[in-house]
Structures are given as structure tokens and as C-alpha cells.
């Protein structure tokens, strides 16, 4: 019985710990390494946002360096900001050409399956009209 009451507290710590690295590893992946696959916007625009140019060509992109991001499976974005700026800018362009499309939510969620299912919607209206 004593083990045993030794060996909660290391596994309760120990899944405490899991827990935590598993809340930093989403709070990254939603917040820094943002996936590019499922942007809205054209990666290869030069216009979108003429003081950031194209993603495809972007040194703060994981996929322009795989030596340096061997670890980053999905090309992503590490410059939320400009991240931000172009989809803001997007969304702008997609609802002055369709004034009849209605905007739901300005946030944006780039991880898959993270339950935003409205801001998943606000994308998806403005990605397929």
C-alpha cells in the first residue's frame, strides 16, 4: 500500500506535466506555426500585401528551410502578424467583391479539428464564393 501511495503522486505529476506540454504544443500550433494549407488567400499573390510579398517565397515560412524546421511536418507560417495582415486583407477584398456575403466571425483558427466550427464556417464562405 505504501508503493502505491508513492507512485500516485509521481503519475498524477507526471500526467500533469503531459498534460501541459500537450496545452503548449496546441497554443503553438495555433498561435505560431500556422498552417499554410488552409489559407484562404493565394500564397503565390505578390499583392495581397505588396510590403510582405508571396509566402511561397518567404524566408519566415518552415517550408523554406527544411534544415532548420525538420521537426515542422506542415509548411507554416512562424510571422503571425503578416499571417493576420493577409487574411484580414483577404477577407476585406472577398467582402467588397460580394456584398451579399455575410461575415460571421473575424477570427480565424488554423488548427485542424479545434472545435471553432464558426470560424471554420467564416472561412469556408469566404473561400468558396
Not at 30 to 42: R, W
Not at 56 to 79: H, M, W, Y
Request: contains cysteine.
Amino acid at each position: 500500500m505504501l508503493a502505491l501511495k508513492k507512485f500516485i503522486p509521481c503519475y498524477a505529476a507526471a500526467l500533469c506535466i503531459k498534460t501541459h506540454a500537450a496545452l503548449l504544443a496546441a497554443w503553438i500550433e495555433s498561435n505560431i506555426l500556422l498552417q499554410l494549407a488552409s489559407v484562404p488567400f493565394d500564397k503565390q499573390d505578390e499583392t495581397l500585401v505588396p510590403e510582405a510579398g508571396s509566402c511561397a517565397n518567404c524566408p519566415k515560412r518552415t517550408g523554406f528551410n527544411k534544415l532548420l524546421f525538420a521537426e515542422v511536418r506542415q509548411d507554416s507560417c512562424i510571422d503571425p502578424q503578416c499571417f493576420r495582415q493577409k487574411l484580414d486583407v483577404h477577407i476585406s477584398k472577398t467582402l467588397e467583391s460580394k456584398p451579399k456575403l455575410v461575415q460571421i466571425s473575424s477570427a480565424w483558427n488554423s488548427r485542424e479539428g479545434a472545435g471553432d466550427t464558426t470560424d471554420r464556417i467564416a472561412h469556408r464562405a469566404t473561400s468558396r464564393i
